[in-house]
């Protein structure tokens, strides 16, 4: 079994800074793609980052130049850095990550999310 766990949110300003953190812990061969999703009240899950076990990187074309995400294979651990947020950026942040069990098996799973206010 494979658990993700959030941690790092909070409420800020608008303007302000965010960091938030997700370990992967568990049954773990290897971590491959690592991502952060958010949900906003009332709205559908979005995509906000990803990242690939070498490092490649895609964004959400509203958060590229705000977010950075990064990780640390060796600590299974995912990073997302927010920076200039804004009130639209309030929702709650998931961390997702597909990870090999062993060499032949590979699951998705999600973290229980962490709440990110931000006020205007």
């Known amino acids: 079994q494979v658990h993700l766990v959030e941690s790092g949110g909070g409420s800020v300003q608008a303007g302000e800074s965010l960091r938030l953190s997700c370990v992967a812990s568990?049954?773990?061969?290897?971590?491959?793609?690592m991502a952060w999703h958010r949900q906003a009240p009332g709205k559908q899950r979005e995509l906000v980052a990803t990242?690939?076990?070498?490092?490649?990187?895609t964004y959400a074309d509203s958060m590229e130049g705000r977010f950075v995400i990064s990780r640390d294979n060796a600590k299974n651990t995912v990073w997302l850095q927010m920076d200039s947020l804004k009130a639209g950026d309030t929702a709650v942040y998931y961390c997702n990550a597909d990870v090999q069990v062993n060499r032949k098996y590979e699951c998705n799973n999600w973290g229980q999310g962490t709440q990110v206010t931000v006020s205007s």
């Open positions: 990242i690939t076990s070498g490092g490649i990187t």
């Open positions: 568990g049954f773990i061969y290897k971590v491959n793609n």
